[in-house]
Nanobody, 124 residues
Framework: QLQLVESGGGLVQPGGSLRLSCLAA????????IGWFRQAPGKEREGVSS????????NYADSVKGRFTISRDDAKKTAYLQMNSLEPEDTAIYYC?????????????????WGQGTQVTVSS
């Protein structure tokens, strides 16, 4: 059974860090762009970051530039989102998703397979 499994979420104080992981269970990530998205209560799902399937190029939302870093380890079938200097506004459910042979897009409509999400709460 093919699955994307997110982990690494939790409760952290403002200014803290978390590293989210996205494991591809049952398939290879080799030809997929990977995106991280988030959805806060009462808000629409939005793109956070993405990494291409081809050259490792990356893309970030303006709100997370300089604080978040996306990476991938195809040998481990895992993508990561390192989140530093977290702010209460980063509180949301974070999802990873894949898009076959895509560039580093943050267009939700281009992603065709999603994980179940992991909760990130930034609060003192």
């Amino acid at each position: 059974q093919l699955q994307l499994v997110e982990s690494g979420g939790g409760l952290v104080q403002p200014g803290g860090s978390l590293r989210l992981s996205c494991l591809a269970a049952g398939f290879s990530l080799d030809y997929y762009a990977i995106g991280w998205f988030r959805q806060a209560p009462g808000k629409e799902r939005e793109g956070v970051s993405s990494i291409s399937s081809r050259d490792g190029s990356t893309n970030y939302a303006d709100s997370v530039k300089g604080r978040f870093t996306i990476s991938r380890d195809d040998a481990k079938k895992t993508a990561y989102l390192q989140m530093n200097s977290l702010e209460p506004e980063d509180t949301a459910i974070y999802y990873c998703a894949i898009c076959k042979l895509c560039i580093a897009t943050m267009n939700l409509g281009e992603y065709d397979f999603w994980g179940q999400g992991t909760q990130v709460t930034v609060s003192s």
